[in-house]
């Protein structure tokens, strides 16, 4: 039986990766930085590693609390 706060901490930890994930989504489809420099390959290529570690850890958390789901 799992402690019912646990599961709210993984759902609000959940929440906040899922937040993460959209904004960095958000910057990856965009050309240029908040300043309008034309983005480089080198700050893409890092967006992309930090999007793909969010997405290993939402994963591992829908595979310990499968309760936990996205509530938007």
Same mark, same amino acid.
């Given at each position: 039986?799992?402690? =019912?706060?646990? &599961? !709210?901490?993984?759902? &609000?930890? *959940?929440?906040?990766?899922? !937040?993460?994930? !959209?904004?960095? %989504?958000?910057?990856?489809?965009?050309?240029?930085?908040?300043?309008?420099?034309?983005?480089? %390959?080198? =700050?893409?290529?890092?967006? /992309?590693? =930090?999007? /793909?570690? &969010?997405?290993?850890?939402? =994963?591992?958390?829908?595979?310990? *609390?499968?309760?936990? /789901?996205?509530?938007?």
């Amino acid at each position: 039986m799992r402690d =019912e706060s646990d &599961v !709210a901490q993984a759902q &609000v930890f *959940y929440d906040l990766l899922s !937040a993460e994930a !959209a904004t960095l %989504s958000t910057a990856l489809e965009a050309d240029l930085t908040r300043r309008g420099v034309p983005r480089s %390959s080198t =700050e893409s290529h890092l967006l /992309r590693r =930090e999007l /793909r570690e &969010v997405q290993r850890c939402l =994963e591992q958390l829908r595979d310990r *609390y499968p309760e936990v /789901r996205d509530r938007r």
